[in-house]
């Protein structure tokens, strides 16, 4: 059984700051990529960001405001995300492709709510 568990969504004021985290727990053998997507009312779920051994990649709307980071050690992807505006409000969910006992599966976290209003 494996587990992703996301936190650290909120409401902020357009501008400012926000950093989301997600752990893996469970039966894990190897995480290969992890990363965050984002599902506006009326949108359909959209990458923001997602990295690798290869490296990383943003969605065009967020590069340059968004940082995506990893610890190997905890099983845990970041998303540090600054000068926040009120188009990226959503439901940020965590993803990573993880190797569990015998086989590999993409798993979801339940999502974290993030509202950028003033």
């Known amino acids: 059984q494996v587990q992703l568990v996301e936190s650290g969504g909120g409401l902020v004021q357009p501008g400012e700051s926000l950093r989301l985290s997600c752990v893996a727990s469970g039966s894990i053998l190897s995480i290969n990529a992890m990363g965050w997507y984002r599902q506006a009312p009326g949108n359909e779920r959209e990458l923001v960001a997602r990295i690798s051994l290869v490296g990383t990649n943003y969605a065009d709307s967020v590069k340059g405001r968004f940082t995506i980071s990893r610890d190997y050690a905890k099983n845990t992807v970041y998303l540090q995300m600054t000068s926040l505006k009120p188009e990226d409000t959503a439901v940020y969910y965590c993803?990573?492709?993880?190797?569990?006992?015998?086989?590999?599966?993409?798993?979801w976290g339940q999502g974290t709510q993030v509202t950028v209003s003033s």
């Open positions: 993803s990573a492709n993880i190797r569990s006992d015998s086989r590999t599966n993409d798993y």
